[in-house]
């Protein structure tokens, strides 16, 4: 009995030590990354650099600023959270609401989300610029929107899927005796006992859309001015990084890193923003 006991202490101890290195590895790792481009970026990074454009010959080291790369990243990051958003919210309500659990469409929606998924963003980029030429769209802010939000799609989806699934049958159940139309009942009680997860899949959506390279390397192009119109091509700054480090010049590629440093920081705000909204909301749910 004694040596039972033992062994399942020892294996509590090696559990909890394993769970404690993975926690401590993923910290460090996101430490080790805030200090490498706060070191090499900091320097580069000024009020100049964040509200102009870039200037001729900007990346043999001249003048300007990556402020068409900020325009270009934000606009893109939230037309096409909109849109996955748009495609993905009643996707996860109809599995959830609509379609019955045990049905094969049920099955096979969520394998084709999960295999869009791991889809490579090289692929979306790919079809996406094909898609353009048969359609003859150029390369622009809107092409872009379009690929990188079916990009996000199975993204935002499966993570609302996933939320919603986690909504108490009760309730749904509830709603329904009570005389609720399926439709009251996915956007009264699901929708909205499951909003604080709803919420933290837009953030996963917003942060993956604005973090995107290889996609939008074809269809939205790259220009030194802040897109004026949907249709024009727009910079991002994930590209805007790529091509400075790609500069000899070693003042260039330490504005990579400070622009590197104004995408994190954009994320982090952005979820520090969500998580506070997400909390706020969770207060209404039971």
């Known amino acids: 009995m004694e040596k039972s006991t033992r062994n399942r202490l020892l294996q509590e101890q090696a559990a909890l030590w394993m769970m404690r290195s993975a926690a401590f590895v993923v910290f460090a790792s996101l430490v080790a990354i805030i200090l490498t481009i706060v070191v090499k970026g900091w320097s580069s990074l000024s009020w100049e650099m964040l509200t102009s454009t870039p200037q001729g010959g900007y990346y043999l080291g001249k ?18 959270t909109v849109l996955a958003t748009g495609i993905g919210l ?47 769209i150029k390369v622009s802010l809107f092409a872009g929107i379009i690929v990188v939000g ?68 074809f269809t939205t192009g790259f220009t030194d001015h802040v897109p004026g119109s949907i249709m024009d091509p727009a910079a991002t700054l994930p590209l805007a990084i790529f091509f400075q480090l790609s500069s000899p010049v070693p003042e260039v590629r330490e504005r990579a890193y400070a622009a590197a440093l104004v995408l994190t920081m954009i994320i982090l705000i952005l979820s520090i923003f969500g998580r506070l909204l997400v909390k706020r909301s969770s207060k209404h749910t039971i």
């Open 63 to 80: 003048g300007g600023g990556i402020l068409n790369a900020i325009a270009g990243s934000v606009y893109l990051a939230l037309g096409s």
């Open 90 to 136: 009643p996707i996860a309500l109809y599995l959830n609401v609509y379609a019955s659990p045990s049905g094969r469409s049920v099955g096979m929606i969520r394998t084709a989300l999960d295999v869009l998924f791991g889809v490579p963003s090289i692929v979306y980029g790919s079809f996406g610029f094909v898609l353009m030429l048969w359609v003859g």
């Open 150 to 217: 079916l990009l996000v799609v199975p993204i935002v989806a499966r993570t609302m899927d996933e939320v919603l699934r986690s909504v108490r049958p009760e309730m749904k159940d509830a709603a329904f005796a009570m005389g609720a139309t399926r439709w009251e009942t996915a956007w009264k009680v699901v929708a909205r006992q499951g909003l604080p997860g709803l919420g933290t899949a837009l953030l996963m959506g917003f942060g993956r859309a604005i973090g995107d390279a290889a996609s939008v390397m």
